[in-house]
């Protein structure tokens, strides 16, 4: 018993090797694929074999070779389809004000701009935000928008800028594009971005984007706090870092 259940599970194994090995590229013959999964072409091919009959992989009959299917796709579609990611990133959020105690905003980008569609404020904050929900704002001195436009390229980032009315709102709002891009670079760089009284004196926000399975930005969250408690940075940095792999994760990116 246990040696056909170690059997079986070698099996899944190099059957999921070759699936991951075919999804690398756009077609492979059977050599090629038993020389890449380091497997004798008899058990490459009887492996193979089984996944063409389950579907998972396609042979062209033209040329012989074999490439992935689209069913692997259609089921883990199907996980997130039934993913409601409004419900996912408010509950997210919301944690993350309460364990926090500061004000957390969900937004997503709209037309060029950032649309606030949640927003959860500290219990006990002098910090009041004149963001509110429905509300936008500026992708380019938000640290929401930021985190957005970071993953994008610079083209994309370029084209934006060439479209919007860059205003100077505070002393500290960057409306150089040399300057802008290299914020860019840092916020892709660092994994988070940083609106340091940029939007709104006195406030500091901290914002990390998170992508959905189709590796786009979904949408970002931010974490607002008083510039009187910037020593805080680092740890808020850490907690929204983390709060955003989650939910990145929770909609099917890895």
């Not at 033209?62 to 992935?68: C, E, G, P």
């Amino acid at each position: 018993m246990t040696n056909n259940s170690t059997g079986g599970v070698q099996t899944i194994d190099r059957a999921l090797t070759i699936l991951e090995t075919l999804s690398n590229y756009d077609n492979l013959s059977l050599m090629e694929i038993s020389e890449k999964v380091q497997l004798h072409k008899a058990t490459t091919h009887r492996l193979i074999n089984s996944l063409l009959q389950n579907g998972y992989i396609e042979k062209d009959p033209t040329t012989k070779k074999y490439r992935i299917s689209l069913k692997l796709f259609q089921l883990g579609n199907r996980r997130v389809q039934n993913i409601d990611f409004l419900n996912v990133a408010k509950s997210m959020i919301r944690q993350l004000s309460q364990e926090i105690n500061q004000t957390v905003h969900l937004v997503i980008e709209d037309d060029h701009e950032v649309l606030y569609i949640d927003k959860h404020d500290a219990q006990q904050s002098d910090t009041r935000m004149h963001s509110r929900i429905g509300k936008k704002a500026p992708m380019y001195l938000t640290a929401v928008g930021k985190a957005i436009l970071a993953t994008k390229p610079n083209s994309a980032i370029i084209e934006y800028w060439e479209q919007a009315d860059i205003q100077k709102k505070t002393k500290n709002t960057i409306t150089d594009l040399d300057a802008f891009l290299a914020e860019m670079e840092t916020v892709r760089q660092q994994g988070y971005a940083l609106d340091y009284e940029e939007n709104e004196v006195g406030i500091v926000c901290i914002g990390a984007s998170f992508a959905s399975y189709k590796d786009l930005a979904a949408g970002a969250i931010s974490i607002s706090l008083p510039v009187s408690e910037i020593e805080k940075k680092d740890q808020y940095i850490a907690k929204i870092v983390e709060t955003t792999r989650k939910i990145s994760n929770l909609l099917g990116h890895f």
